[in-house]
């Protein structure tokens, strides 16, 4: 399963300039881990966290103008930092399975002279085989929409040898002269005929990128949770589905389908549903007379079962958690804010090992991200996979791992739990 082993994000509302993990550049750091949870207090950043990966998701599907739009993000002009003058930039520094060579993606998001946001500069690249210094190979440079892409699976010679970073015209011009050398043949010059929507997705459903093509998907896979339990009581039309989607307003189809297609693993939730939420013996689902969809619980000493409609958002909420965690065929990346809403906090650590194990299972579970401000959630975690976001007096973020801080690494491993640490003032900035 592919794993984010670094991000970094600039000019991203109040995440002026803030990296989490390893990049290419930055080679010391120790990569993110299998789950990662972000902490701090109201008004840091969080959500901007959170919404800087849907961000990156919008524009591979919809382009980077919508995306500025959508999800009340009010335009390119609201989300830049204040009073920077520079693009949004981002940089994903991943690897497709545990021993592949790690892939760097960039994007620079800019105006346009017409204050339109378009896409200024994209690579990809990855180290060559056996290469452990020097550039990583370019399978794709593009700079305000032209450039050149690398056909087929193996590398040839170094496409950007000798260029500076987004220095294409020299590039350009010796492989319109013709095929004169090894890397020509095999390199392209593209030219999107949309300016506005990413080089990964146009070039990246091509059967000659597979490279472009493997990373596109592994962001189309990426679950950004916007759960609601309102979403979840809605009475969707009768239809066993897949995968729960992002709001989880198909959340009785999805047990139609573990019901019919996976029913020792739904039998799996329900155990684990019964020993975190005393009472609920049985979920099943029940149609309507026009053919929606009803979700029904049978709770303990009740002849009559309940309903989605009258069941409480804890219950909804830790259901459907589980559910996400047993999927055959789990996303890659799996990104959830806050989940600890509407959940007794005695729930919160056994809910935390759960996203643990499902990201570091044997079975290859996804990469698990989330944001919180609850100290039972984090007691579950470990100083590695606690990271602690602030907010600076210039109104811009910083983030730091709970590692670096010694004497909290020590505490813990004297047996003190993190959140208590964290409740009592030890991971604050000092």
């Known amino acids: 399963m592919a794993k984010i082993e670094g991000i970094r994000i600039k000019n991203f509302r109040s995440l002026r300039d803030v990296t989490l993990g390893k990049l290419w550049s930055v080679q010391q750091e120790t990569p993110l881990t299998p789950m990662t949870a972000v902490i701090g207090k109201n008004g840091v950043g969080k959500s901007t966290l959170f919404d800087a990966f849907g961000f990156l998701a919008d524009c591979l599907r919809s382009g980077v103008e919508e995306a500025c739009e959508l999800r009340g993000r009010g335009g390119f002009s609201r989300i830049r930092s204040q009073g920077q003058s520079g693009p949004l930039e981002f940089e994903i520094y991943y690897k497709e399975d545990g021993n592949a ?8 998001v800019a105006l346009d002279t ?37 056909k087929g699976e193996t590398e040839g010679t170094q496409i950007d040898e000798g260029i500076g970073q987004f220095d294409l015209t020299d590039l350009i011009d010796s492989i319109e002269r013709g095929p004169l050398q090894e890397e020509s043949r ?84 329900l155990d684990r549903i019964a020993d975190k939420i005393p009472g609920v013996q049985k979920i099943d689902t029940d149609k309507t007379a026009d053919g929606r969809l009803l979700l029904r619980f049978n709770d303990m ?63 290859g579970g996804s990469q698990v991200f989330i944001t919180t401000h609850q100290p039972y959630f984090v007691d579950a975690l470990s100083p590695e996979e606690v990271w602690i976001l602030e907010k600076g007096k210039d109104g811009f973020s910083s983030i730091k791992r709970a590692s670096e801080n010694k004497i909290v690494k020590n505490m813990v491993d004297e047996g003190l739990p993190l959140g208590g640490l964290w409740y009592s003032d030890y991971l604050d900035a000092r």
Not at 196 to 218: V, W
Not at 229 to 234: E, G
Not at 326 to 349: A, Q, R, S, V, W
């Open 114 to 150: 017409s204050d339109r946001p378009f896409v200024q500069k994209e690579r990809l690249r990855q180290r060559r085989k056996g290469q452990k210094h020097g550039w990583p190979f370019s399978f794709l440079i593009l700079n305000e929409g032209k450039g050149v892409a690398w």
């Open 186 to 269: 095999e390199t392209e010059v593209v030219e999107l005929e949309d300016i506005r929507r990413l080089g990964i997705a146009t070039l990246g459903s091509l059967k000659q990128h597979p490279r472009i093509s493997a990373f596109r998907q592994f962001i189309e896979g990426w679950y950004l949770s916007y759960f609601t339990p309102d979403a979840a009581r809605s009475l969707p039309m009768s239809g066993a589905q897949k995968h729960l989607n992002m709001h989880g307003d198909n959340l009785g189809n999805v047990v139609q389908y573990m019901e019919r297609e996976h029913p020792k693993r739904f039998q799996s939730i």
């Open 301 to 363: 000493g009740f002849n009559d079962p309940f309903y989605a409609q009258q069941m409480s958002d804890g219950t909804l909420k830790v259901f459907a958690y589980l559910l996400l965690l047993e999927d055959p065929t789990p996303p890659p990346f799996l990104c959830i804010e806050e989940p600890e809403n509407g959940l007794y906090h005695k729930l919160l650590e056994s809910l935390a090992r759960e996203f643990r194990e499902h990201a570091t299972g044997r079975k």
């Open 101 to 108: 060579r790690p892939i760097t993606y960039e994007l620079s």
